[in-house]
């Protein structure tokens, strides 16, 4: 390159020269810098008395020792050079410098003198900045690498073949949450530490935002590993899965958490795009690598998404849900519908399960089933749970179940003797949870309706329990300290094994409709439900089965111990104002079934005639200890 700013040799730069240039005398030590040097340092030429150590000290720590390699050969080799290096200026701003050096010698070779410029040419290089935390480049660098690839492949006629890979760490959020700032920045150097390791030589990695990375591999890159032996088809472009797997692998290792002697394992979600031509913007691969990434996400994360054009769609449908949501929660067209939950040995609505409906105005209610990865990404799903907890407060304030005029229901010796309130139970999602003030969200719906607290229970995913992590006792114990009851819902689709869940403070599990609905299809159904029951009962857990649809499950469900139930079969999800009429239709199919207390009603006798002693006889039994 030119020397456009070499000093004449005896000069002495002063700081009102506007070129960065200085100089070192070696025999007295003096710097002089220039006020170019200044602009470049981002320090104040009033106040900054420069050093050669302090110079070099704001150059990054990839590039410190390389440069001051660089001083100490250009002063012992008595040759100039110029280097290129990123500093952090004084002022904070990140800057990619050229810089040439010279050495001055006298008569017996010894060097007395060391000078040189300086050029910021950030503005010139795509690729001039750096992630100031990580150290590693950032999107421009990024679109400077997957530019030149397409720039390459258009040169040579040959396709691109590059591979973009975007991730993202799972849950990060929580972990900076609970760890500290301080931890997560060591976790997210750790992180960069890791991919720059795995990534191929040649690749570039680099932080897009908070927990986000981006590796390209470059075609270049993928002909290299086939030279190592690597495993590679020839022609095919880097291998974009084995590529994913690589950084994944890095990622789960454990890493200790500084300072203490835990450690965590992360894992991470990935976008990946493969580009096959010279057509796509590198913006637009961003955009693609970053919706196969929200997928990878949406599918529960530590997985690898590549991009696909229906991502696209799926993308605009999510932006139509959103706004449905979002008017639908301002003009409050919403409702609860309530669903029985029956205590399964006396056949008696123990409670209701509140589950929201969205209003709209085309479609009519939808369950939030259809619309929760989006009401959770955008928050709105907070709106939903406060507003049903509000209603559903209010329900359990309210509502007593119209009574069966079953037989008996304390007659029955081994049932424990029925707790009387009816409860309501609403869903609640990760999101609320996290939220700090979600004690007193609940406090204030319980004073607010005047209901008692034991009549709430609070119905928990395994994965929104998982999501809390560290939190999820603090989270728990906030709710139960009020006297509300906290369950976990859809027990078995999650990760969370009962031993864990013991250690928390649980009223109850929900097993999953999927299980109930094996049984009796299924033999190895009937094992799996009976062994999850008898575990919770271990742990005191009261079972209720979901989605039981059919009298043959109900029935297998109360042969195997399982305390209340809830399903098609004993009633649907239903408007309050229906909900009685509801019930009532139930303890009519309860009687016909000889369900429950029904059990108990001896079967109709054989007509006679009236007044005979045999009627009399069963009579006493038939009567109802209940009014
Ligand atoms: P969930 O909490 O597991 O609720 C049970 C779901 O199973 C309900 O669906 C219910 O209508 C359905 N179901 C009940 N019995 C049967 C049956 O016998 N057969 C079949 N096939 N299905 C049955 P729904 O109302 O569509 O709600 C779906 C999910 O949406 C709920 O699952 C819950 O996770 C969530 N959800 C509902 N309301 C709320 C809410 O207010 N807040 C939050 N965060 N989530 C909610
Ligand atoms: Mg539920
Ligand atoms: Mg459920």
């Known amino acids: 390159m030119a020397h456009p700013a070499e000093p004449a040799p005896g000069a002495v730069p002063t700081s009102s020269v506007a070129a960065a240039v200085w100089e070192l005398d070696l025999v007295t030590g003096a710097l002089h810098w220039s006020g170019g040097m200044h602009r470049i340092a981002g320090s104040d030429p009033a ?37 290129q290096f990123d500093l952090v200026g004084a002022d904070g701003v990140l800057r990619r410098v050229h810089a040439w050096t010279e050495v001055e010698v006298d008569a017996t070779g010894e060097a007395t003198r060391l000078f040189g410029s300086a050029v910021d040419i950030s503005a010139a290089s795509a690729v001039g900045h750096r992630d100031p935390l990580t150290d ?22 040959v396709p691109g073949g590059a591979v973009l890979a975007v991730l993202d760490l799972d849950r990060f959020s929580v972990l900076d949450d609970a760890l500290g700032r301080d931890t997560g920045d060591a976790l997210l150097v750790a992180t960069a530490d890791r991919l720059r390791t795995a990534a191929p030589q040649g690749a570039t990695v680099a932080r897009l935002d908070g927990d986000s990375f981006a590796v390209v591999v470059g075609r270049d890159t993928a002909l290299a590993a086939l030279a190592s032996g690597a495993h590679h088809r020839p022609g095919a472009g880097p291998d974009a899965d084995g590529l994913a797997e690589r950084l994944l692998a890095a990622l789960r290792r454990p890493t200790r958490l500084p300072g203490r002697t835990e450690h965590v394992t992360l894992t991470a979600s990935v976008g990946l795009v493969t580009t096959d031509g010279t057509e796509v913007d590198p913006e637009d691969l961003l955009r693609r690598a970053g919706l196969a990434l929200r997928r990878a996400k949406r599918d529960g994360g530590d997985r690898v998404v590549h991009y696909a054009p229906g991502l696209g769609e799926a993308a605009l449908h999510r932006v139509a849900t959103e706004t449905m949501l979002r008017s639908a929660l301002d003009a409050e067209r919403l409702r609860v519908l309530y669903q029985p939950v029956i205590d399964m040995r006396s056949g008696e609505v123990v409670g209701v399960e509140a589950l929201a409906r969205v209003i709209d105005p085309e479609r009519g209610p939808i369950s939030p089933a259809l619309f929760v990865d989006v009401a959770e990404e955008t928050g709105l799903v907070v709106r939903l749970d406060e507003w049903v907890l509000g209603r559903a407060s209010t329900m ?13 229901t304390i007659a029955l010796p081994d049932t424990p003797p029925h707790p009387g309130l009816p409860t309501v139970a609403v869903n609640m999602s990760s999101k609320t949870l996290q939220r700090p003030d979600l004690a007193g969200l609940v406090r204030g719906a319980l004073q607010r309706s005047g209901s008692d607290p034991s009549r709430l229970l609070v119905e ?64 190895s159904a009937s094992a799996v439900v009976q062994a999850v029951i008898d575990l ?69 006798p054989p007509p006679r005639a009236a007044g005979s002693p045999a009627a009399a006889l069963v009579a006493p039994r038939a009567l109802s200890l209940r009014p």
């Open 47 to 83: 106040t900054t008395r420069p050093s050669m150590q302090w110079w070099t000290s704001l150059v990054v720590p990839a590039d410190r020792a390389r440069v001051r390699a660089w001083l100490l050969v250009v002063r012992e080799g008595r040759r100039g050079s110029e280097e």
């Open 460 to 523: 928990i995913t395994e994965h929104s329990l998982l999501d809390q992590g560290e939190g999820a006792r603090d989270t728990l114990d906030g709710l139960t300290d009020l006297g509300v009851s906290v369950g976990i819902d859809d027990f078995g689709t999650g990760w969370s094994a009962l031993s864990y869940l013991s250690a928390l403070d649980l009223a109850f599990m929900k097993v999953d409709r999927a299980f109930v609905s094996r049984l009796g299809i299924d033999a």
């Open 396 to 408: 359990a304030q309210q509502w007593s179940p119209p009574t069966s005029g079953a037989p008996t």
């Open 136 to 157: 590693l480049g950032t999107r421009h660098a990024v679109v400077a690498h997957l530019r030149s690839e397409a720039d390459d492949a258009r040169r040579q006629r």
């Open 536 to 604: 919770a009962h271990a742990h005191h857990l009261t079972v209720i089965a979901e989605g039981i649809e059919t009298e043959e499950q109900a029935r297998m469900l109360i042969a195997m111990g399982c305390d209340h139930g809830q399903g098609y079969w004993f009633g649907r999800p239903t408007p309050e104002e229906e909900l009685d009429d509801a019930i009532r239709a139930w303890h009519s199919r309860a009687r016909a079934a000889r369900f429950g207390a029904w059990a108990l009603e001896p079967a109709a």
